[in-house]
C-alpha cells in the first residue's frame, strides 16, 4: 500500500479540513480527494464523510487511524535507519595493496584519513590471492590488486586503477647498452618467490617463455625490498613491477618492458558494495583524485 495515501488520510482525520491538510502535505484539494478516494476504494470502507464545515471520520475511519499511524510510524523509523545506515561511517579500514599499487594506495589512504578522521585505517601489503580471500571474509575493507583471471562475484565494486608493466631491474654496475633479452641470461637471476607473488611469477613466465628464455633463479626472496637490495649490491638482476622503483635505491636501472608481449596487467581497486552509500562516494572519489594526480606527473 502506498505510504503517501495513508498520510493523506492521517493528516485529514488530524486537520479534519480539505484545505488545510492539502496545505501540509504540499499538493491540491483535488488531489487530496483523490487520494483519500483511492484509499477508500482499496480498504472497500468510506473513511470520511465530507461536511459544510469540513471532513469528519466515520465509524470505520475511527476504527482504522490508530493502525495506520502505526504504519506511518513504523515506515518513518524505516527510512530514518535506511538513512543512517547509508551515511554510516566505520571504526576502522583495513585496506591491502600489491607493490604494483604502492604509490597510489598510500597517496589514497592519506586523503581518505582526511575524509574519515574518526575512522582507524590500516595498510597492508599482501598479495593479490590473499587480498581476495581476506575481502570474502570481511577481513579486508579495499583491495588495491591485479585483476584476477576469474571476475570477481558481483558483491564487490570495482574500479580499474592502472595498467602496470614488468622492468628489468639493475645496478648502474652492471648495466650496459645491450639488448633485455641478453642481459638476462649473462648476469645471475634474482627472483621473488612464487608463494609470495604468484601472480607475478605467472606474468614473469609468460613473458620469458615468448621471449624463448629459461632462466633459473640464482637466489630467491619472500621480500621484494631483499631483491632490491641483492641488485642494487650488484648480485643479479631482476624481473619487478616498474612501480617498485618508487621503494628502490638510486644505483638501480629499472627499464620498463611495456612494448614486450606478456609484460602488462591491470591493476584495480575492489571493496565490498555493502559498504555505506556514504562511504562508497568518498572511496570512488578519491580513487578519481589518485589517477588524475599520477596521470598530471605530479611528483612522485
Known amino acids: 500500500m502506498d505510504s503517501r495515501l495513508l498520510r493523506a488520510f492521517v493528516i485529514l482525520a488530524e486537520t479534519a479540513n480539505y484545505h488545510a491538510a492539502a496545505s501540509l502535505l504540499h499538493i ?21 464523510e465530507r461536511g459544510r464545515h469540513g471532513a469528519h471520520l ?39 595493496f600489491g607493490i604494483s599499487a604502492f604509490h597510489e594506495a598510500s597517496f589514497f589512504v592519506a586523503h581518505l584519513r582526511e575524509h574519515l578522521p574518526q575512522t582507524t585505517i590500516s595498510l597492508d601489503d599482501m598479495p593479490s590471492e590473499t587480498m581476495i580471500q581476506k575481502l570474502e571474509n570481511r577481513q579486508l575493507q579495499i583491495a588495491f590488486l591485479r585483476r584476477p583471471d576469474k571476475k570477481l562475484p558481483s558483491q564487490f565494486s570495482i ?28 648476469h645471475p637471476y634474482l627472483a621473488l618467490r612464487k608463494a609470495r607473488g604468484a601472480g607475478l611469477s605467472q606474468q614473469i613466465s609468460q613473458f620469458l617463455e615468448h621471449q624463448q628464455l629459461s632462466l633459473k633463479p640464482a ?12 641488485v642494487a649490491a650488484g648480485a643479479g638482476i631482476s624481473l619487478l613491477p616498474y612501480s617498485a622503483r618508487h621503494i628502490s635505491h638510486h644505483d638501480i636501472h629499472f627499464i620498463p ?27 570512488t572519489t578519491l580513487l578519481e583524485e589518485t589517477v588524475h594526480h599520477f596521470n598530471q606527473g605530479s611528483p612522485v
Open 28 to 48: 491540491t484539494q483535488p488531489a487530496l480527494t483523490k487520494q483519500i478516494k483511492l484509499l477508500e476504494q482499496q480498504l472497500s470502507v468510506v473513511l470520511f
Open 58 to 96: 466515520t465509524n470505520s475511519g475511527r476504527t482504522l487511524l490508530p493502525l495506520a499511524q502505526q504504519i506511518l510510524s513504523r515506515t518513518e523509523k524505516l527510512l530514518h535507519k535506511a538513512i543512517e545506515l547509508n551515511t554510516q561511517l566505520p571504526t576502522s579500514l583495513s585496506v591491502g
Open 159 to 186: 574500479y580499474p586503477l592502472k595498467q602496470e608493466t614488468l622492468a628489468l631491474a639493475i645496478s648502474h654496475s652492471q648495466w650496459v647498452d645491450k639488448p633485455i633479452e641478453q642481459l638476462l641470461t649473462i
Open 219 to 230: 637466489q630467491e626472496s619472500s621480500d621484494i625490498q631483499t631483491i632490491i637490495a641483492l
Open 257 to 283: 618492458l611495456e612494448d614486450k608481449p606478456f609484460s602488462t596487467w591491470p591493476i584495480d581497486v575492489a571493496w565490498l558494495s555493502s559498504h555505506s552509500a556514504h562511504l562508497q562516494h568518498i572511496i
